[in-house]
């Protein structure tokens, strides 16, 4: 109870516990929750898509650290651009040619004050740039191309 509790306040608390409690899935679930880095995760708990998209959450920087084979799993790289369209930069890239990938990085609901519509689009493929439906979803966002 008491990791558990170090844990809800600060997430970086479970990489200094016990092996045993780093490989509890709730713990971990929640340590990543609260901060805690993929990098402080054991390997095969980075592998588990719920825990990879809890650190996404937390920041975009996250999925550089996931598995590849997250990183070129199209169902889990929708879900993650949806959560923040900043993480296709650590996508493959047949994942950054995929239309419904590029269409939901850019419409992401996360928000920041630059813009993830005009970062996502850095990262779509060249081919997907001259869409005129991958466009207008960006200017939707507020892109402006002036």
């Known amino acids: 109870r008491l990791v558990k509790d170090a844990i809800e306040g600060n997430g970086m608390a479970l ?9 509890d899935r ?3 679930l929640e340590a990543v929750s609260n901060g805690l880095g993929l990098d402080h995760v054991p390997e095969s708990m980075s592998m588990d ?13 996250a999925l550089e650290l996931a598995p590849e084979s997250l990183r070129n799993d199209r169902a889990f790289m929708l879900e993650a651009v949806r959560l923040n369209g900043f993480v296709l930069q650590y996508a493959s890239s047949e994942i950054c040619n995929d239309k419904e990938v590029a269409l939901a990085a850019v419409q992401s609901e996360y928000t920041a004050p630059c813009g993830v519509a005009e970062v996502a ?9 001259g869409d005129r439906e991958v466009i207008m979803a960006a200017i939707g966002k507020g ?3 002036s």
Not at 15 to 23: H, P, R
Not at 49 to 61: Q, Y
Not at 121 to 129: G, I, K, Q, T
């Open 26 to 28: 709730d713990l971990v």
């Open 143 to 145: 892109v402006n191309f």
């Open 49 to 61: 898509r719920e825990i990879a998209l809890a650190a996404i959450r937390m920041s975009e920087d």
């Open 15 to 23: 990489a200094w516990a016990a092996d045993e409690l780093k490989n």
């Open 121 to 129: 689009l850095e990262h779509v493929s060249e081919e997907l740039r």
